[in-house]
């Protein structure tokens, strides 16, 4: 088994003469020369060793082993230490090191320790693939493999899920929390489908990617000639929710003059249309979404206090794939049905070599980007077996600009430009990866490519 090897040493020699060794061997290596270094490596990729020394300049290997387990209780540590110093090793050892080698290093016995813990990830592999595909092992709740519209068995969703049947026929409204792509509206859903609103109308409104002026109109409606075009009169989602569940995106984007507009309607239950005197009663329950963090953003004065407790009488919280990486075996079966049946293939079965590399992935996108994947594999093969998959187009990191450009004789607003302009080429145009890896929400990204005529349809794939 093909792993992902972390070597911490402070003399590039040795640290080569690893990366020799090991990469001979099929692994995937990573060097640093510092434990603080290192560390921060371990945030970033998903190692599967960690080899270290214990003597270093800065932090000593023994802090290493200690913040790295705490932090990674399951990462399996090899210290390299010298002859004379077993004491140490075993002192290593305590703090949650799980093998030590003596130096100079004994490439033999290092070999044998290393392949013993791949053969245990390779078996961990198989036994997450066998839990999940046999139903016999599914729990008590509504189906084998989740919840209504939901898919998972991991411990944070089946938590999830009590939650749900917990507050359905409860009239309170609910935040959902996640990042992009784990799932919130499915869960908005849920919730609609097990209520006594299921009967009723379920309206989504994205409210991140409409100006004020829209959303305005989207949420209350508009009288007939209540401004230019207005050439008759639109219900808004309020209205049209009526008796049902209206599911509010993206509130933490919300302007404070919108915030102020939701806040009255939540409060008075009703709601007046733009250009419009006669108020409308609306009876609805709001279910509401968000990726960012309202509590930072009501310190900073951008979001409404009172807002948020109107809306956060409930709190969900979807955990991103990474940390209910378990249910990936799960996800990957259901996607593969849906698009084998929407695409007339006959493709049936993931193999081990493609479902590890897609464990050991960290997928950013969450959810959404592994759909996006099967549905991508599906489409391209016509084999019965996924046999392997590739994440090279799968929010891949963007790198910085293009290295010749001279930053110092460049506007801040040149090297936006340049940078936009490379993340939306690296990502093929993809809004939501490249918000993701931007660190700003789709709108934001929307409004800086109007800004900069940057047109997400040149950047598709011809």
Same mark, same amino acid.
């Given at each position: 088994?093909?792993?992902?090897?972390?070597?911490?040493?402070? !003399?590039?020699?040795?640290?080569?003469?690893?990366?020799?060794?090991?990469?001979? =061997?099929?692994?995937?290596?990573?060097?640093?020369?510092?434990?603080?270094?290192?560390?921060?490596?371990?945030?970033?990729?998903?190692?599967?060793?960690?080899?270290?020394?214990?003597?270093? %300049?800065?932090?000593?290997?023994? $802090?290493?082993?200690?913040?790295?387990?705490?932090?990674?209780?399951?990462?399996?540590?090899?210290?390299?230490?010298?002859?004379?110093?077993?004491?140490?090793?075993?002192?290593?050892?305590?703090?949650?090191?799980?093998?030590?080698?003596?130096?100079?290093?004994?490439?033999?016995?290092?070999?044998?320790?290393?392949?013993?813990?791949? #053969?245990?990830?390779?078996?961990?592999?198989?036994?997450?693939?066998?839990?999940?595909?046999?139903?016999?092992?599914?729990?008590?709740?509504?189906?084998?493999?989740?919840? *209504?519209?939901?898919?998972?068995? /991991?411990?944070?969703?089946?938590?999830?899920? $009590?939650?749900?049947? /917990?507050?359905?026929?409860? #009239?309170?409204?609910?935040?959902?929390? *996640?990042?992009?792509?784990?799932?919130?509206? @499915?869960?908005? =859903?849920?919730?609609?489908?097990?209520?006594?609103?299921?009967?009723?109308?379920?309206?989504?409104?994205?409210?991140?990617?409409?100006?004020?002026?829209?959303?305005?109109?989207?949420?209350?409606?508009?009288?007939?000639?209540?401004?230019?075009?207005?050439?008759?009169?639109?219900?808004?989602?309020?209205?049209?929710?009526?008796?049902?569940?209206?599911?509010?995106?993206?509130? *933490?984007?919300?302007?404070?003059?919108?915030?102020?507009?939701?806040?009255?309607?939540?409060?008075?239950?009703?709601?007046?249309?733009?250009?419009?005197?006669?108020?409308? %009663? &609306? !009876?609805?329950?709001?279910?509401?979404?968000?990726?960012?963090?309202?509590?930072?953003?009501?310190?900073?004065?951008?979001?409404?206090?009172?807002?948020?407790?109107?809306?956060? &009488?409930?709190?969900?919280?979807?955990?991103?794939?990474?940390?209910?990486?378990? !249910? +990936? %075996? +799960?996800?990957?079966?259901?996607?593969?049905?849906?698009?084998?049946?929407?695409?007339?293939?006959?493709?049936?079965?993931?193999?081990?070599?493609?479902?590890?590399?897609?464990?050991?992935?960290? =997928?950013?996108?969450?959810?959404?980007? +592994?759909?996006?994947?099967?549905?991508?594999?599906?489409?391209?093969? /016509?084999?019965?077996?996924?046999?392997?998959?590739?994440?090279?187009?799968?929010?891949?990191?963007?790198?910085?600009?293009?290295? =010749?450009?001279?930053?110092?004789?460049?506007?801040?607003?040149?090297?936006?430009?340049?940078?936009? !302009?490379?993340? @939306?080429?690296?990502?093929?145009?993809?809004? *939501?990866?490249?918000?993701?890896?931007?660190?700003?929400?789709?709108?934001?990204?929307?409004?800086?490519?109007?800004?900069?005529?940057?047109?997400?349809?040149?950047?598709?794939?011809?």
């Amino acid at each position: 088994m093909n792993l992902e090897i972390l070597i911490i040493d402070d !003399d590039p020699v040795v640290a080569n003469a690893f990366m020799e060794v090991l990469g001979k =061997w099929g692994h995937r290596t990573a060097v640093s020369n510092r434990g603080e270094t290192a560390l921060d490596m371990l945030k970033k990729r998903n190692f599967d060793i960690l080899i270290t020394d214990l003597k270093m %300049p800065g932090m000593t290997g023994f $802090e290493v082993v200690r913040m790295a387990k705490k932090i990674y209780p399951n990462l399996f540590i090899i210290v390299i230490t010298a002859y004379g110093s077993v004491e140490k090793a075993v002192e290593a050892v305590k703090l949650g090191a799980s093998e030590f080698v003596m130096k100079p290093v004994d490439f033999k016995l290092l070999k044998r320790c290393i392949d013993r813990e791949g #053969e245990r990830l390779a078996l961990q592999y198989e036994n997450i693939q066998m839990k999940a595909l046999n139903q016999d092992l599914m729990g008590k709740l509504h189906t084998s493999r989740g919840f *209504g519209a939901l898919i998972g068995r /991991n411990k944070a969703m089946l938590d999830i899920y $009590e939650l749900i049947k /917990n507050i359905s026929s409860v #009239e309170v409204s609910v935040l959902v929390r *996640g990042e992009t792509g784990t799932g919130k509206e @499915l869960v908005a =859903w849920t919730l609609h489908q097990n209520s006594p609103r299921k009967d009723g109308p379920f309206i989504a409104v994205n409210c991140g990617s409409l100006t004020d002026t829209l959303l305005e109109s989207e949420l209350f409606g508009h009288e007939k000639g209540a401004f230019t075009g207005a050439v008759k009169t639109r219900l808004g989602k309020f209205e049209l929710a009526h008796k049902g569940t209206l599911f509010l995106d993206e509130v *933490g984007n919300m302007s404070p003059a919108m915030q102020r507009s939701l806040l009255r309607a939540l409060d008075k239950k009703e709601i007046v249309r733009i250009g419009g005197q006669k108020t409308i %009663p &609306v !009876d609805v329950r709001v279910v509401a979404a968000t990726n960012a963090n309202l509590e930072e953003a009501i310190s900073k004065g951008t979001f409404r206090r009172d807002l948020y407790y109107r809306l956060n &009488v409930v709190s969900i919280d979807i955990p991103p794939l990474r940390e209910r990486i378990d !249910d +990936l %075996p +799960l996800l990957v079966e259901h996607f593969i049905r849906r698009y084998r049946e929407k695409f007339k293939k006959d493709i049936r079965v993931v193999s081990q070599k493609a479902l590890q590399k897609m464990m050991k992935h960290n =997928w950013p996108g969450n959810v959404r980007e +592994l759909e996006n994947l099967i549905e991508r594999t599906i489409v391209s093969t /016509n084999q019965r077996e996924i046999s392997d998959v590739s994440l090279d187009n799968v929010a891949r990191p963007a790198p910085c600009p293009q290295p =010749w450009l001279d930053f110092s004789s460049m506007s801040l607003e040149d090297v936006e430009k340049a940078y936009l !302009d490379h993340l @939306l080429t690296t990502q093929h145009g993809m809004i *939501g990866i490249c918000s993701s890896i931007a660190g700003i929400d789709p709108k934001t990204l929307y409004l800086k490519m109007k800004k900069y005529n940057l047109k997400k349809e040149n950047y598709k794939p011809a």
